[in-house]
C-alpha cells in the first residue's frame, strides 16, 4: 500500500511532461490558424465539429442567460436548459472579452493539466515506487489501441478508409486524443478521478468528511457531463459490495460514504432526468442520441480500441486472479487499493455496455486502472523475466521507453492526420468568411426568434454565431434530423421546383434562408425567382434572403 506522499521532484516530471503534452496537441490549431486560406475562417475546433458546435450554441445562450432553449431544432421550445461547465466558459468569456476560440483553448489546457495532474496523483496512491507511478502516468497519458494496424490495411489494400473506423476514432479512453481534441472529456475524467480518490482517502482515514469533499465534485459532475454520475456511484458501490462478501463484514464506511456522494450529487441527475422526461423536445434530443452510431465495441474490438494496455491488463488481472484463489501472498488484489483497482476494471468494463445509447462514454476515465494494471504486469512480471537476460538487466528505464513506444502509434497517426485534414481548408473546420458575415448580420438584423434554412454544414454554426435558430444543426439536437437533411437536400436541389420550395418554408416556420458555397454544392438555383424570398444580405459567396408570406 502506498504512503501516498509525492516528492517535489516527481511534480517536476509531471509539470514537464504536461507541458510538452499540452504544446504538442496546441500544434494542429496553430497550424490551422496560420495557414493561409485567404476568403476563410478557421473556427477553431480541429475533430468533433458537430458536437462542438453544439457547445457552441450553448455557449452562445448563455452569454445573457441562465436557462436557455435548444436553438439547433427549428420546433418552438421553451427557455429549461442548463448546463454549468458552458454557463462558466460562457460568462468568464463575456467578462473578458476573449474570442470563443480562446477561451475553449485556455480550457482544454486547464481540463488537460487537470486531468494529467489526477492521473499521477491517482497512480502514486496506489504504488510506492516513483518508477511505477511514472510508468502508469505515461501510459495513462499517451496510450492508444491497435488502430495503426487498421490503418496499414486500408493502405495494403487500398480501401477509401479504414474498416471499422470506430476502433481507430472512438476518444474516450485515450487521454492524448482527449486533450487534443475532446477537453470536456478530461474535465469529466478529473472529475471522477478526484471523486475516487477522496472516497479512498476517507476510506484509509476512516473520515467521512472526505466523502463531504467527493459529494461536492459529483455535484459539479452532475450539472456538467450527468451520466458520468453512473461511474462514480456504481463502482464504489460495487467495491463496498466485494468487500462485504469477502470480509463478511458490513462495509459501514461505503454505505456511508455513497448515501453522503449520492444525496449531494443528485440534483443535476434528477434535473437531467425530468428534463428528457417530461419535455418532449429533450426527450427526442436523448432519444437521437443512437443517431451517432457510436456503440461499445465488442470484445475483438475493444481490444483493437484500447490496444496493449489492455491486453497487457488483462494478462494482470488473470494471474492475480489465480493467485488470489490459490491464497498465494503478496497479492494485489489482497490489499484494499489493489482490490479497488480489480472492481474498477471488471465493473468500468461492464458500465460500457449499460443499455443506453452514451455507453460509449462510461469508457472515459477507464484508462487510468488499465495503466495501472498494465504497470502491474510489467513490474512484477515482465521484468523480472527480462532481468535474467544480461542485456536487459537492471535497465527499468529501457522497458519503460519500448512499452511507451509500444503504445503511442495510435495516436502519433491522429495527431498527423489532423494535419492534412486541416490542409484542406474545407467544412467543417472553416467558413467562408461571408458566412460568418452573414451570421453575424442576422445576429444584429434578425428577431432572436428566427428561423434560418441552411445546408448542415452551415447550420451547425448558426446558433453559436447567430444565436438565432437553425432549421437543421445537430444529429441530436436537431429533432427529426434526417427528415429535416432530406427536406434541405430537397430544398437545394436544382430539380426542385420553387413552387415547392416555397411550400418547404413554408410549412416549417422558415424566416431566413441562407445560400452560399454549402448550399450550392447541394444544387444552383436563383431564390429571386421563390415569390416569397427578399434579398436582405449580400456578399460575393454569399446571399441571404428573408421569408415574407404573400398577401392573402
Known amino acids: 500500500m502506498s504512503s501516498f506522499k509525492i516528492e517535489h521532484r516527481e511534480w517536476k516530471f ?9 504544446v504538442l496537441t496546441s500544434i494542429p490549431y496553430v497550424f490551422a490558424a496560420e495557414i493561409p486560406h485567404p476568403g476563410k475562417q478557421f473556427m477553431g475546433f480541429i475533430l468533433n465539429v458537430s ?6 450554441s450553448w455557449y452562445k445562450g448563455f452569454e445573457s442567460r441562465v436557462l436557455i432553449s435548444n436553438k439547433q431544432t427549428s420546433e418552438p421550445n421553451p427557455e429549461i436548459f442548463f448546463n454549468l461547465l458552458w454557463w462558466v466558459m460562457s460568462r468568464f468569456g463575456k467578462l473578458t472579452g476573449l474570442d470563443y476560440r480562446i ?19 491517482t497512480a502514486a496512491f496506489f504504488f510506492e515506487d516513483v518508477f511505477r507511478r511514472r510508468f502508469a502516468f505515461l501510459i495513462t497519458a499517451l496510450g492508444s489501441g491497435l488502430g495503426w494496424g487498421l490503418v496499414l490495411l486500408k493502405y495494403a489494400l487500398n480501401l477509401s478508409d479504414v474498416p ?32 475516487l480518490l477522496l472516497l479512498l482517502v476517507g476510506e484509509r482515514r476512516g473520515q467521512l468528511r472526505f466523502a463531504v469533499f467527493a459529494g461536492g465534485i459529483a455535484f459539479l459532475l452532475g450539472w456538467t457531463h450527468t451520466y458520468d454520475l453512473f461511474l462514480v456511484w456504481i463502482i464504489p458501490v460495487a467495491y463496498g459490495g466485494v468487500k462485504f462478501l469477502l470480509e463478511r463484514k458490513f462495509p ?14 443528485s440534483p443535476g441527475a434528477i434535473y437531467s432526468f425530468l428534463l428528457t422526461r417530461l419535455n418532449p ?37 488473470v494471474i492475480e486472479l489465480v493467485r488470489w484463489i490459490r491464497h498465494q501472498p503478496d497479492g494485489f488484489l489482497r490489499d484494499d487499493a489493489g482490490l479497488f483497482i480489480g472492481v474498477w476494471f471488471v465493473v468500468g468494463w461492464i458500465l460500457t455496455y449499460l443499455p443506453a445509447d452514451f455507453q460509449i462514454h462510461m469508457i472515459n476515465s477507464w484508462q487510468v486502472p488499465i495503466a495501472i494494471l498494465m504497470t502491474l504486469f510489467v513490474t512484477k512480471y515482465l521484468l523480472p523475466l527480462l532481468n535474467k537476460l544480461q542485456w536487459m538487466a537492471e535497465k527499468r528505464w529501457l522497458v519503460a521507453v519500448l512499452a511507451v513506444v509500444l503504445v503511442i502509434p495510435t495516436n502519433l497517426y491522429l495527431f498527423s492526420w489532423r494535419f492534412l485534414d486541416l490542409s484542406r481548408l474545407d467544412y467543417p473546420y472553416y467558413l467562408y468568411q461571408d458566412e460568418v458575415a452573414a451570421m453575424n448580420w442576422l445576429e ?46 430537397e ?25 452560399g458555397p454549402a448550399e450550392q454544392a447541394l444544387g444552383k438555383f436563383d431564390p429571386e425567382e421563390i415569390k416569397v424570398l427578399r434579398l436582405v444580405f449580400s456578399s460575393p459567396e454569399v446571399s441571404l434572403y428573408a421569408l415574407e408570406p404573400e398577401s392573402p
Open 14 to 22: 509531471v509539470i514537464w511532461v504536461v507541458v510538452a503534452i499540452l
Open 281 to 317: 423536445i429533450w426527450e427526442v434530443v436523448l432519444a437521437q442520441f443512437d443517431n451517432a452510431g457510436v456503440f461499445t465495441p465488442n470484445l475483438l474490438h475493444m481490444l483493437i480500441l484500447m490496444g496493449f494496455p489492455l491486453i497487457f491488463a488483462l494478462a494482470a488481472m
Open 51 to 56: 458536437d462542438h458546435t453544439q457547445y457552441l
Open 491 to 515: 430544398f437545394y436541389s436544382s430539380t426542385t421546383s420553387n413552387a415547392r420550395r416555397q411550400q418547404i418554408l413554408e410549412q416549417n416556420g422558415v424566416d431566413y434562408v441562407l445560400y
Open 252 to 265: 459501514h464506511y461505503w454505505f456511508r460514504a455513497m448515501l453522503i456522494v449520492g444525496l449531494i450529487s
Open 444 to 489: 444584429a438584423n434578425a428577431p432572436e426568434e428566427s428561423v434560418v434554412f441552411s445546408a448542415y454544414d452551415t447550420g451547425a454554426y448558426l446558433p453559436g454565431i447567430s444565436g438565432r435558430t437553425a432549421f437543421l444543426s445537430h444529429w441530436a439536437q436537431t429533432v427529426d434530423f434526417y427528415k429535416k437533411r432530406d427536406l434541405a437536400a
Open 164 to 195: 471499422y473506423p470506430l476502433d481507430l476514432y472512438v476518444s474516450e479512453g485515450n487521454s492524448f486524443l482527449c486533450i487534443m481534441a475532446y477537453p470536456h472529456f478530461m474535465q469529466a475524467a478529473s472529475f471522477i478521478l478526484a471523486i
Open 103 to 121: 477561451v475553449y483553448q485556455i480550457f482544454r489546457w486547464l481540463s488537460g493539466a487537470a486531468f494529467l495532474s489526477m492521473a499521477y496523483t
